[in-house]
């Protein structure tokens, strides 16, 4: 049997409101701290204020005398883990301290007020060692990771760059760098603990219910059906809520003292730059060869980031570079630096966003040095197959996107000649930047469908919500997959007492768990039919795709922007963006055109806004807060033009989508460099393009 | 620990606490009245999560202390729903999906309410053109000035301007 053929539906397709919103737009929708839990007590950490060396005494007396305070737990008196191995999780099981912002301790009291003065009391010394936390690309202590994240091959080798690129007639040899940023969901990372009779429930803000409970049952030595992990709503997590951080064994480690009583933990914003991963900085060289018709012969990425001694993340942050264009060599390489840093993570679009920004940026210096307009620049490379896997693709339409984009802008009467377009105090220019993102898909998801009787079927698979829509998109699939109205679902996630789904990550939440649900519907109609009694249930995996094997599947997408510098104080607007996207079916326009303009946003701050500063004596961001580590606001984001192309794509999943989570975030920020350089005539090759930058 | 009785009118209903005196607004709307709608984001008044109405006057209520507004009327996103029925901006805000994960929710809508307010008093803000006007025109430019103490990490701002401006509308017309 192949998935992939296309059910034409009625649900999906529907611009459906969230099913979720009268409890959101009340406030009354359950995040991780607000479930009702009896006599909670609340958890304040303690953190290192030295990045390397030992913890070397602990004064606690004077919080310990406090009215209100129920435990002071660190390394000396924590419960031993029964699983260490993933160093940072393994919190409180030593006096060594691997970085600045790590958990060292904790104080549990009756009151959050109570916890937090208690934790300012504490006095900790330290032994305290020499310490690196400083990235370059000269550093002599690079290594090469044996694979970068998501299992890729670190290098790629394709013809002989070196020959092709010094025989080139038109050279670019440019570095870009990207810094390190924090995902900051709104929704602090939050965990509520709770021991009863050796059973762990965790109210917990996670991109995947079931992924807590694999990490955490073993950590605590317990068989996986003694955990529960409770998330039917997420405040965001952009990737940082996709792994359980050591927040969670925190607050389970000091439930665990106090057995019988919730433990309740929300980190502070300002906790929030230490603990829960990262987007790595980035040093990315790229070298562009093509010949005088303005093709690519030669291309070369070649990443520098960093990890953290405790555990390697190493981003795979070319990895879009080897299928993007057309060329007729190839050369990628990510290098690592290991530092006494926390660990970096996910952050929305994990490499793809990264190495989109580089290579995008290339792309319109390269276009220039051709000589050629950067839309028809981008087209004149377009590849035929899939040059990482030789495949061809099962749909591309980046020149669709392109040209609408275009088209829709107002491009074609553009003038490629930057700093000429002055309108009073404002320089005024256009860019544009091409968008893609693998068709994510994770194994393992299983979905249970029953009938309740009266027509209703209960729908359930622990997925979660984290913004994306999954509450109101896995509805409407479920009742195109059942043939029936979406009024009579009643769909479950968030929860590990439901079947388990794979991670809200890698854009592949539709494609994993909505395949499951098509699997699962053709089997329960198989063995119940179209009139089932009360009870009928069936529960079934999520099947092969056998068209992986024949087609390599990405979505694309192109962005055009106007940007506007101040030519006296170099402030950026940005009144307008528009993004084409093709991502074969949208499950719902509403919900769909939310995540591009989401991604858009987050990417205008990438490009001029975030930036976490460390300081290389202390170890820690320095500016670690909304007032300085700067989003985007209201006031900042202008009008944004959004559409989609018709695209059909039989191969891809059974409902023809593609993932749209974070393709909107790929590019979107070099779009807004290339329309800064081309409103100042200043190329600003390290993000965010402050005013600082600007002004000379 | 120091604790005072106070006294605080949370959406139409009456309600004596004894707090600490370290206890914010919104700390105590959320632990001790089990109000959540509320949200934390940051707890120094940058996000704008925690807006509430507090008199009439839109406010971040995680940077109050509970204890200087004994006798205070404070109105949330949960109680501007009236007997079942979303309010106008909650509505808007549905239709438009001028929201995504819902945690900054309440307070952009509680603010969103308040900020109409402001306009209509005629309280001029960094981009109003001619501060001295009687009345202030509405402009895109000036809902999303007014509403950048509102921060949405999903980015929904685009769609939360034309779900302001649909109800500011509305209202004019009436």
Known sequence: ?????????????????????????????????????????????????????????????????????????THENAPRLADTSDKELAILQSDEVAFRGQYVGAVVAETFEIARHAAQIIKISYDEKAHDVALRADRDDLYTPDRVSGGFPTDTEEGDFDEAFSSAAVKLDETYATPMEHNNPMEPHTTVAVWEGGDLTLYESTQGPHRVKAKVAPIFGLDPSRVRVVAPYVGGGFGSKGLPHANTILAAL??????????????????????????????????????????????????????????????????????????????????????????PSWMRAPGECPGMYALEAAMDEMAIKCNLDPVEFRIRNEPEIDALTGLPYSSRNLVACLREGARRFGWEDRDPIPCVWREGRWLVGTGVASATYPVGRQPGSRVRIRCEGDGRYAVEIGAADIGTGTWTALTQISADA???????????????????????????????????????????????????????????????????????????????????????????????????????????????????????????????????????????????????????????????????IEEEDPYVNPMGSKGIGEIGIVGSSA??????YHASGIRVRDLPITPDKLVQ | MNEEEIMLRVDCEEHRIIVDTRTTLLDALRERLGNTSPKKGCDHGQCGACTVLLDGRRANSCLALAVAHDGAEIVTAEALAENGDL?????????????????????????????????????????????SAEKISLSDAEIRERMSGNLCRCGAYANIVPAIREVADERARR
């Open chain 2, 87 to 131: 309010h106008p901006m909650q509505r808007s805000f549905i239709e438009h999906d001028g929201y995504q994960c819902g945690y900054c929710t309440p307070g952009q809508i509680v603010s969103a309410v308040g900020m109409l307010d402001e306009v209509e008093a005629g309280w001029p803000s960094h981009v109003t053109g001619d501060v």
């Open chain 1, 254 to 343: 000091a439930a665990r003292k106090v057995e019988g009583r919730p433990v309740k933990f929300a980190l502070t914003r300002q906790q929030m730059f230490s603990c829960v991963g990262y987007r790595t900085p980035t040093i990315q060289r790229i070298r562009l060869g093509a010949d005088e018709d303005g093709r690519l012969t030669a291309i070369s990425h070649e990443v520098v980031e960093q990890t953290a001694k405790i555990k390697e993340f190493a981003e795979q942050t070319a990895i879009a570079t080897r299928m993007m264009y057309a060329t007729g060599s190839r050369r990628t390489t990510h290098r690592l630096a290991a530092l006494d840093v926390p660990v």
């Open chain 1, 671 to 676: 779009a807004i460099a290339n329309a800064v």
């Open chain 1, 1 to 73: 049997m192949s998935t992939a053929t296309r059910v034409p539906g009625r649900a999906i397709g529907a611009p459906l409101d969230r099913i979720d919103g009268p409890q959101k737009v009340t406030g009354t929708a359950p995040y991780a701290y607000e479930h009702h839990v009896g006599y909670p007590l609340y958890l304040y950490p303690l953190q290192s204020d030295i990045v390397r060396g030992r913890v070397a005494q602990i004064d606690a007396s004077a919080a310990e005398a406090l009215p209100g305070v129920i435990l002071v737990i």
């Open chain 1, 482 to 644: 059942l043939d029936v109205g979406v009024e009579v679902i009643d769909l479950k996630i968030g929860d590990t007492n439901v079947p388990f789904a794979s991670v809200a990550g890698n854009s592949s939440g539709i494609t994993s768990w909505g395949s499951t649900i098509f699997e699962a519907a053709r089997a329960f109609r198989e063995q119940h039919g179209q009139d089932p009694s009360e009870g009928d249930e069936v529960e079934a995996g999520m099947p092969e795709n056998p068209e992986t094997d024949n087609y390599a599947m990405h979505a694309f997408g192109a962005y055009f922007v106007e940007a506007r510098v101040d030519a006296d104080t170099g402030e950026v607007r940005i009144p307008r963006m528009t993004g084409v996207f093709a991502v074969g079916n949208i499950i719902n326009p509403k919900t769909a055109r939310s995540q591009f303009i989401g991604g858009m946003t987050m990417g205008l701050g990438m490009a001029l806004h975030e930036e976490s500063l460390v300081d290389p004596r202390f170890g820690h961001v320095v500016n670690h807060d909304f007032a300085e580590y700067h989003i985007p606001t209201n006031a900042d984001v202008g009008e944004m033009d959004i559409v989609w």
